[in-house]
Nanobody, 115 residues
């Protein structure tokens, strides 16, 4: 089993910054990709950012230039650095790990951006 533990969410004013962390543990063996998704009330879960095993990244258009994803392979941890936050970034943020055809999810962490 793989466990993902997220941290770093909270309440921040518009224009502020937060850093989310997600630590993976358990029977990891290898990681193909890790990423962050978010789900706002009444909306579908959407990809925010993803980083592959070779360091290749991709971002949702809505966060490009504001968010940066990074990973520390020695710690099996992925980070999401969020700058210039907007009220529309308010959502529950979920960590995701892909290993082959298997996908694992964290429990989610709330990010609330006040205007």
């Amino acid at each position: 089993q793989v466990q993902l533990v997220e941290s770093g969410g909270g309440l921040v004013q518009a224009g502020g910054s937060l850093r989310l962390s997600c630590a993976a543990s358990g029977r990891i063996f290898s990681i193909d990709a890790m990423g962050w998704y978010r789900q706002a009330p009444g909306k579908q879960r959407e990809l925010v950012a993803r980083i592959g095993s070779g360091g290749r990244t991709n971002y949702a258009d809505s966060v490009k230039g504001r968010f940066t994803i990074s990973r520390d392979d020695a710690k099996d941890t992925v980070y999401l650095h969020m700058n210039s936050l907007k009220p529309e970034d308010t959502a529950v943020y979920y960590c995701n790990l892909q290993r082959g055809l298997s996908y694992y999810w964290g429990q989610g962490t709330q990010v609330t951006v006040s205007s």
